[in-house]
């Protein structure tokens, strides 16, 4: 059964009643990114001005406008009350599983928190396994691949950050993973392994010009990465697209930008990234005036950012160095930017270069 409990987006909190009040109360605590939405009769004492930034008061009679008003504007919302009420609340609001967000209900003893729509790509079985964590409950997740204990591949293919193309075939692909049927991974090397390390013998991994040999073997469906078209139309497919990223990178003082270019060039091509899925270049603020560094981004269109030292040090990195550290104040610069600049995965530690090092981060937006 997956584990994994991440669920980063930005959250908004419903409560109808004093025990749920006090419920949204502690999750505000806990979560940083959260908005919560509390009946006026609800309350039981005033809210301190801190609270007040972060808490929409509304009155009797308004709970579905509060609704519709904020459905587009969290990742994630959790209803704590009664499973009825919301899913009559929210249907008029559904639009499809590839741009619902995360529904998780709570009972108001937070016995249980119940992942009840888009529990793969949105993220509620996530959401809703870090929910009862916090309030020592039980997440109660009914999707058959989690309860065969298996991950899905929409699951897989969202928390990577991959487009899902064509979500019609989502159904198709996963219920052959649950009959344990092959799936071929199709795709650059360094992307199909990012979908197919998730699975055992289920899924195997092939490359674009080896596939016409083993077709006739034991596949019954595939999953295209930036493919145009199936190799056999009369497989399931499932096509996706290969994630953003944003490249971190560290380099000496007066490092000319064709060195520069020459080094990102060389990852991203030993790691099957195109240029096109790169959405920006990030340093350190120490790094903000090097003409080489911004000629390089400026010749490539991509946009720049730079962060503080103080930043940096705190992102947690596979390849911290005590030198580093010593002259410019964080212990990383390259593989800390890309995943405080992403917030998401690094995807490829710090590569070594002459006078440059590169590293590469899912972008999650």
């Not at 419920?23 to 001005?49: D, Y």
């Amino acid at each position: 059964m997956c584990e994994n409990s991440t669920f980063d987006g930005s959250l908004a909190l419903y409560a109808l009643t004093t025990a749920a009040a006090e419920l949204a109360l502690t999750l505000l605590k806990s979560e940083k990114n959260a908005h919560g939405f509390i009946l006026e009769s609800a309350l039981q004492q005033p809210l301190s001005e801190i609270q007040k930034d972060r808490i929409t008061i509304f009155p009797k009679g308004n709970f579905k406008k509060i609704i519709s008003d904020h459905w587009r504007n969290f990742s994630g919302h959790i209803f704590i009350m009664a499973t009825g009420i919301v899913v009559r609340q929210i249907a008029p609001l559904l639009q499809g599983k590839t741009k619902d967000p995360a529904v998780v209900v709570c009972d108001e003893k937070g016995d249980f928190a119940i992942s009840l729509l888009s529990g793969h790509i949105g993220g509620a079985n996530r959401l809703a396994r870090k929910i009862a964590k916090i309030f020592h409950g039980q997440a109660v997740i009914t999707t058959a691949t989690d309860v065969q204990g298996l991950e899905a591949i929409d699951e897989i293919a969202a928390r990577k950050g991959f487009t899902i193309v064509n979500p019609g075939a989502i159904k198709d692909i996963n219920g052959l993973l649950l009959a344990r049927k092959k799936v071929a991974v199709i795709g650059h090397t360094f992307w199909s392994r990012v979908i197919s390390d998730h699975f055992d013998d289920r899924v195997i991994e092939l490359l674009p010009e080896t596939l016409h040999l083993q077709i006739e073997r034991e596949i019954a469906g595939l999953v295209l990465i930036d493919e145009d078209s199936s190799p056999d139309p009369a497989l399931p497919t499932l096509f996706l697209q290969s994630p953003k990223v944003v490249v971190g990178i560290g380099c000496r003082r007066h490092t000319p930008h064709a060195e520069i270019e020459e080094a990102v060039a060389t990852v991203l091509t030993a790691h099957g990234i195109p240029w096109s899925q790169v959405l920006e270049i990030v340093s350190l603020d120490l790094k903000k005036d090097e003409p080489g560094l911004l000629e390089f981004a400026a010749a490539k269109s991509l946009p720049t950012r730079f962060f503080s030292a103080a930043e940096l040090d705190k992102v947690e990195v596979p390849s911290p160095s005590a030198k580093v550290q010593s002259v410019t104040g964080s212990s990383s610069v390259c593989e800390a930017a890309a995943i405080f600049a992403g917030r998401g995965e690094l995807l490829v530690k710090k590569e070594k270069f002459a006078r440059v090092t590169v590293a590469v981060a899912l972008w999650k937006n």
